[in-house]
């Protein structure tokens, strides 16, 4: 029994049980409210402790998965600005060389395979990783330096992947396909891979590089 409990008999008619109560004082009913109170706040910190472990882990996670994506699309740009090297010196080739143009625009055809024989864009930019983090509003979760750079980052891929369609519409222009155009056609298609991808290219890697590090896990 409690120290400060005490037993209070109640007498009943002839014939019946006493009843015993125990009567409390108020230092019970303080304590046994503080350990409830406490029972609470303690539950409440042990919810936010785990929320906060699991929202860590959550984010930590969404930072490899980027990081890991720009890995990948580092090594697809240097192939791809090498590839593109490669086009350009065709187009170059191709602009001293009247014949080659003849078979280049033909038909009312433009057949892009003889300055780029695995299409305009030999390696596609991913940003899966990009847009899953964003649905888990990483921006709110990182640094603003790593959520500026990032968000440069794939920008700059969207840019350069952009080329694809430049080079298209160039292409599929009606003057495009005459043959006395080729030389101002393939002029413009250069154009295109300088300003959408090859002069990009340069300050993308960089860029990766200084990310790739930023999100490096400690």
């Known amino acids: ?18 009843e015993i109560y125990t009567v409390r004082d108020w230092k019970e009913y303080v304590g046994e409210s503080l350990l409830i109170v406490f029972s609470v706040f303690l539950g409440l910190f042990l919810t936010e402790f785990i929320n906060s472990r699991h929202e ?34 065709s187009i170059d080739s191709a602009l001293v060389d009247p014949k080659l143009q003849a ?27 990009w847009d899953v983090a964003k649905g888990h509003n990483i921006l709110s979760k990182i640094t603003f330096k790593q959520a500026a750079l990032l968000t440069r980052i794939y920008d700059e891929q969207a840019r350069i992947m952009k080329v694809e369609d430049e080079v298209a519409k160039v292409m599929f222009d009606p003057q495009a396909r005459k043959t006395p155009n080729a030389h101002a056609t393939l002029m413009l298609i250069k154009d295109n891979y300088h300003a959408w991808a090859v002069d990009r290219a340069p300050g993308l890697l960089k860029q990766y590089d200084e990310a790739i590090e930023l999100l490096k896990e400690d």
């Open 103 to 129: 078979r280049m625009v033909a038909n009312d055809e433009f057949h892009l395979n003889y300055i780029a024989p695995a299409g305009v864009l030999y390696r596609y930019l991913d940003n899966v990783a």
């Open 56 to 89: 860590k882990k959550e984010t930590q996670e969404l930072v490899n998965n980027i990081r890991a994506e720009l890995i990948k699309n580092k090594q697809f740009t240097v192939e791809q600005y090498a590839y593109d090297q490669k086009v350009l010196k």
């Open 1 to 18: 029994m409690p120290q400060h409990a005490k037993n209070k008999i109640v007498p009943k008619h002839d014939g019946e049980k006493l």
